[in-house]
Structure formats: C-alpha cells, structure tokens
C-alpha cells in the first residue's frame, strides 16, 4: 500500500538529472507549492503532485498529514567522521587563544589524540557512542551519510572503525556510505626511528588496502593532502592503490593549504574533492573541466574561526559541481545539524538557497556516486524524504541553528520521531 505524505505548503523535489549539477542549472531547486508526495511499497517515489490528484491516482494510500511543513529530499552528508571516542573540546578554547590547528596536532594533539582514545575502546563501545551521534544527524534531516575511518591509523584499529561502520549500516535505518581514510596522518610511531613515513605508506598500500578490499569494508578510499600531512605525490601512490582495489576516490583537498591536491583530484578522477578554502585558479579550472564534485565545508572554517571560506561563487562561474555536507568530527567540525550547513552555504558561501539545496542533495548523492538513487523528491528515486516545520523552504537556513525537522523517511519507511 502506497503512502500520500499530503498537506505539505512546499515540496523542494531538486528534480533534475541524475548526475551532479552546474550553474545555472543549480539555480533551480523544483519548489512546488501545495504538492504532495507518493511513496511506493518498494521503497522509491511514485509521484508529486496535488493532492487530489495522487489520491485519485492511489485510492486506498495510507495518508500522513505535513500540517502545512516542507518536504525536502533527505539531505545527503557526503563527508563526515562520525566514528571517533571522546569530544576535543578542549582544542576550541586553545585555538581562540592563538594556538594553531597543525599547532595542536604538532604538540600530539588533533587527529593524535582521537587516535589515541580510539585504538582503546572495542567494537561495541564504538557502535553504541557512533550510532547516538548518527541518530542526532538523522534528526535534522540526514538520511544518507558517508562515514570516514581515520581515528585507528593501525591496520588492526582501522578494521575495527571499519567494521563498526558496517554494523550499523545494517542496524540502523539511515543510508551509510563507508570510507576508509587510513591516509588522515602519519600515526606518532612512525615518525621515529626506526619507522619512517614511508614505512606507513608501505603499510597503508600493502596491507590495509588489500585488507580492505579482502572484506568490501569501504567503497572509497580518501586522503588528507595538506602541505605538511600527505603530499600530492603520496597521494598519487595511495590513491593509485585504492583504485587498484575497486574503490573510488575522494581527497581532503586544499583544506588549509594550497597542494595541488584539487589539480591531482581532477586528474585521476577521483569522485570528490573536498574543503578547497585553498584552492588555487588552476584547481578551479581542472575542476571544472572533470567530473570530480567539489564539495565544500563551510562548518569547519567557522569552527576553526578562519575567515577564509573556499571561493564558491568563483568554482560555480568556472563550471564545478559543488556539494555541501557537514564534515562532523571531533575536531574542526562537531555539528551534527545540516540545515546550519545550508544556513553557511548561503550566508559565507553566498550560494542561492536553491543552490544550497542542490549541493546538500543531488550534488552530495553524486559525491557519493549515488545520483542515480538519492539526492531527488522524483519517480523511481528511493524515497528519502524529510519534513520542516517551517511554511517556505528558504526559511530551513534561515532559523540558523534551530531544529525544524520534525520527520524523515528513508527508503519509504519512517525514521523519525
Ligand atoms: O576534515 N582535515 C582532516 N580531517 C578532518 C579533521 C579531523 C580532526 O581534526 O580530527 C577535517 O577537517
Ligand atoms: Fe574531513
């Protein structure tokens, strides 16, 4: 039996192609007013229409009142690290107080400290803290999330985070999207005698991968290529590796510093390219000219308390594809509300809150080569749906930092409340 969520004063459908978008055709986000949305016993749309029609068209429906809200495509988080151990509060007040980010994790801290807790606690302690942080993310209209490895840097510890991944993609009723970024650092052991970085390297290329891949653990392989922590050469290898293996590619690219991480994302075809506060002309234009998303982060320059945002209106006047997403992790980005991300997509990135939309939705499920399937409120697209309370769409980013998602569905089936 279908179900009619009717009664809605806005549906924002992002209803397109199923591939990423580009200005000017982000400009338009399928706003219909007093529409409302069919979903089919198999989990996928049916249709969006008025209601009277969709009655009509799917007597007998079970019917669920949208007390005038929005519905929206469930947002698509194609970049988070939500497996991690204790918060790192403490780093925020170090860093109001001069004290840089490669600063902190120079003296042992940053990414060194959540590895450190993280290689301490098991499986089961792992699933239940990440599975309350997902449920958190889920609760402002998260249905898919992509969730990086990254705090174990040891073949047995990134196996571990792994694993839990794939446990609560089969627990939990959100969309997950595994990734393995064993590439986040170079752990502290390997940077002295008599371990070397490369040593790391070799270990990441000739056992974690294959590891991997031995237990389909991860669709994509990801890497932090800063000046500092991997090199764009180091990449290449990595990268090359992973592909090597099945998995598709994504760079933490040009985060804080200028790599030439954008340029080499664009050249091998990785899948995304992400942050790019730094990017330079030339990353822009080989962007542009790829398939590769460019998928920006405003929540952790503002968190970093960086005035510098990633150039945005200049990669959508040279053609890129931009997503947004959340990057939630302990670090740079612990907010686990998307909408705030939509809010700072418009409000630091200047970005229209129709192409706000279209980042958070088509443009994330094609970072996540997922185009296909999720991102659309539109036939056949697996019916991932979230309702606001709020009377117009654009009013999501603009209450910054409240809570107005009051109901989301993934593949049909209600998540939340
Ligand atoms: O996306 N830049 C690398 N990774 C994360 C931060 C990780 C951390 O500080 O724990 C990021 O900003
Ligand atoms: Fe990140």
Known sequence: MP?????????????????????????????RANAAVAMGDDGRILAVGPDRELRAQYPGSAEIDCARGVLTPGFVDSHTHAIFGRSRHAEQELRAAGVGYMEIAKRGGGIHSSVRDLRERSEDELVALAASRLARLAAHGSTTIEVKSGYGLSLESELRTLRVIRRLAAELPVRLVPTF???????????????TREDYIALLVEEM???????????????????????????????????????????????????????????????????LAAVSELGIKALAASGTVATLLPGTMLFLGRSKQAPARAMLDAGC???????????????????????????????????????????????????????????????????????????IPYWYGDHRCVATWVRGRKVLP
């Open 181 to 195: 970024l064993g590439a986040h650092e170079i752990p502290l052991e390997y940077r002295e005698a008599p371990r």
């Open 209 to 275: 991968l294959p590891a991997v891949a031995r237990e389909s653990l991860a669709r994509f392989c990801d890497i932090f290529c800063e000046p500092g922590v991997y090199s764009a050469a180091e990449a290449r290898r990595i990268l090359g590796a992973a592909r090597g293996h099945g998995m598709a590619l994504k760079l933490h690219a040009d985060e804080l510093e200028h790599a030439g991480a954008a340029e080499l994302a664009a050249e091998i075809g990785a899948t995304s390219a992400d942050h």
């Open 321 to 395: 594809a931009i997503a947004l997403a959340s990057d939630f992790n302990p670090g740079t980005s612990p907010t686990v509300n998307f909408p705030l991300i939509l809010t700072l997509g418009v409000s630091q990135l200047r970005l229209s809150v129709a192409e706000a939309f279209v980042a958070a939705t088509v443009n994330g499920a094609a970072a996540l080569g997922l185009a296909h399937e999720i991102g659309q409120l539109a036939p056949g697209f697996s019916a991932d749906v979230a309702l606001f309370d709020v009377e117009d769409h654009r009013e």
């Open 3 to 31: 179900t009619l969520l009717l009664n809605a004063s806005e549906v924002v459908t992002c209803e397109g192609p199923p591939r990423a978008r580009r200005a000017p055709e982000m400009t338009d986000a399928g706003v």
